[in-house]
């Protein structure tokens, strides 16, 4: 039975908004396949504005066994792989982390691993864009480390 007309408004209206409330989250990642990784630095970015972004990368990569070292962009020179990162925010009410990418390379510049995380669109009524760094970047990390054996093994 067909809906009344008058019902058929009031539907695409509210797939409208459902459509405009749940922006859709990009996350692409080329993980690290390598023996297991005891150290890796950290090159700071002082152009990423996300207070939290350098902290939740650190703590993901101890999660995994991986011990960090920041470096300056020239500092690097010892260092068995080297972490790049950006990270954009966004604002809606309050800021939110709408963008990073992660590229891991190692001392002759090779890129062996990547991690890209967009949220796309505005998402006008989605909770998930308030959600924290550690809470969308968690499995970024995971799926980034996910081929690493373990160092205890």
């Not at 859709?24 to 700071?44: F, M, Q």
């Not at 990569?61 to 991986?66: E, N, Q, S, T, V």
């Not at 992660?102 to 990547?114: F, V």
């Not at 864009?129 to 480390?145: A, F, G, N, R, Y």
Request: charged share 20%.
């Amino acid at each position: 039975m067909p809906a009344p007309p008058l019902f058929r408004p009031r539907l695409l209206l509210l797939l409208g908004l459902i459509g405009l409330s749940s922006a859709c989250t990009v996350i692409r990642v080329e993980p690290l396949k390598t023996a297991p990784v005891d150290a890796l630095c950290i090159e700071e970015n002082p152009q990423v504005r996300v207070d939290d972004f350098l902290g939740v990368l650190e703590r993901g990569f101890a999660r995994h066994g991986i011990n960090t070292r920041r470096t300056q962009p020239a500092g690097a020179d010892d260092c068995p792989l080297l972490l790049t990162y950006t990270a954009k925010r966004s604002w809606s009410v309050v800021t939110y982390l709408s963008l990073a990418e992660l590229n891991i390379r190692d001392p002759q510049g090779q890129l062996r691993a990547s991690a890209y995380y967009r949220f796309r669109g505005r998402g006008l009524l989605a909770v998930k864009k308030w959600q924290s760094t550690e809470t969308k970047m968690t499995p970024v990390i995971d799926q980034l480390l996910a081929e690493v054996p373990s160092s205890a093994q």
